[in-house]
């Protein structure tokens, strides 16, 4: 089995000072990639850029040259077809979050480290069974998600008439996948995961995890996603969502932003009470929505799944993450009644997603089915009564007759 080689990967090199303390160099974002140390000559407020050299650097490693038009799969390359598909999908790429594009990464370097010496014809079923296993196993979800993105890069190859498959279908062997999970807080979770990650603090006052109580406020409130939450402005500007306090709205994509058709970002208006919240936060000096000192962050992963643990407990924990509050938001819409058409639009997906997914939520869910069976007796009784009323009339009758 090869050994497993990390993607090329960011890493902030830190401040360096002289024997005097004196500072001699700013921190400075580096590329790692198989022991070597790359400069990207941006510092440490610059990442956004720095994850473009990264994307850049990568994109050049696998495109010693260019692309020719009408090949066919069997003299096609897949590495070429994956240089093509990074180079043109630079702007998405960059437009990702932090924890998205690292894992973007990772997934398109294994890709090329497996595929890239391969030809198109060459994908099938022992081919992708072979991929799972290379280097370090992949589970059946991840082996998927891997697989997806090369079906895209094969996929915009044949749109581009880089590679003309000529009516050749591929058989990529997907595992099936997963279900959706409908997981949702309750209210009181929520609350004890808002007090407990306002309420820590360090030795200076300082709260080292402040900024998560905003996040879980504002994904549960709006349903947005997370990268689309992390990256928020209250000052609008461009590459950022811009949250507009004024008029109570939420922008979330940039104006020109070319948004994936399957992760709609459309204006969301922001309710009442969270919107107090967010113009107080802005009036006491924030200008990003998720921020620590004055700068720009994430929610690392980890740091939300320990919050979930050290509030819900281990047990209880299993099955939650980051994604789980936009869950919630749509269950409790469902669970007020709350018209489907309107919880999809607030959303930003299908009224289709909100019927399969948490249909079950709404106290109507099947209500005509079950009160079926309600009818059914209530029939019954009705045929009951009738009886009993002709049989008096007929006593009554009779009665008349004798006398």
């Not at 990702?96 to 480290?113: E, G, P, Y």
């Not at 000192?293 to 994430?298: A, E, F, L, Y």
Request: proline letters at 4%; a positive charge.
């Amino acid at each position: 089995m090869p050994r497993k080689i990390n993607p090329p990967s960011l890493h902030l090199r830190s401040k360096r000072y002289n024997s005097h303390g004196k500072l001699t160099h700013q921190a400075q974002w580096r590329i790692h990639d198989r022991g070597e140390r790359i400069d990207t000559g941006f510092g440490e407020s610059d990442f956004e850029l720095a994850k473009k050299a990264l994307t850049e650097y990568i994109v050049a490693q696998h495109n010693e040259k260019p692309v020719p038009t009408g090949g066919s799969p069997e003299a096609v390359l897949i590495g070429d077809l994956i240089s093509y598909y990074l180079k043109r999908k630079a702007g998405k790429i960059n437009a990702l979050s932090k924890d998205n594009h690292r894992d973007f990464v990772a997934r398109f370097d294994r890709l090329i480290d497996f595929w890239g010496d391969k030809y198109v014809i060459e994908i099938d079923e022992n081919t992708c069974g072979k991929y799972q296993k290379f280097g370090k196993p992949l589970a059946d979800t991840t082996h998927r998600k891997h697989l997806e993105y090369l079906r895209a890069v094969i996929g915009f190859g044949a749109e581009k008439r880089k590679v003309l498959m000529n009516g050749l279908s591929i058989d990529y062997d997907m595992p099936s996948k997963s279900k959706p999970r409908p997981d949702w807080y309750a209210r009181y979770q929520i609350a004890r995961l808002v007090h407990m990650a306002y309420r820590r603090k360090y030795k200076n006052g300082n709260r080292p995890i402040g900024h998560l109580a905003r996040f879980i406020l504002v994904a549960v409130y709006t349903g947005t996603r997370s990268d689309r939450i992390q990256r928020a402005s209250f000052i609008k500007e461009a590459g950022r969502p811009w949250i507009d306090l004024e008029n109570g709205i939420f922008y979330r994509s940039w104006s020109g932003e070319n948004v994936a058709d399957n992760k709609p970002a459309d204006p969301v208006r922001i309710p009442e009470g969270l919107l107090s919240h967010m113009r107080r936060w802005h009036r006491n000096g924030a200008r990003y929505l998720i921020e620590v000192n004055g700068k720009p962050t994430g929610t690392c992963r980890s740091a939300f799944r320990r919050l979930v643990i050290e509030v819900l407990g281990k047990e209880e924990a299993v099955g939650y993450n980051r994604h789980t509050l936009r869950h919630t938001c749509a269950t409790w819409l469902m669970k007020a009644r709350h018209p489907k058409d309107d919880i999809a639009r607030y959303l930003s997906c299908t009224t289709e997603i909100i019927e399969k997914v948490y249909g079950h939520f709404h106290p109507d869910w099947m209500k005509s089915t079950t009160e079926a069976f309600g009818s059914h007796r209530q029939k019954r009784v009705s045929d009951l009564q009738r009886k009993k009323i002709r049989h008096e009339e007929s006593m009554s009758e009779r009665a008349e007759d004798a006398a």
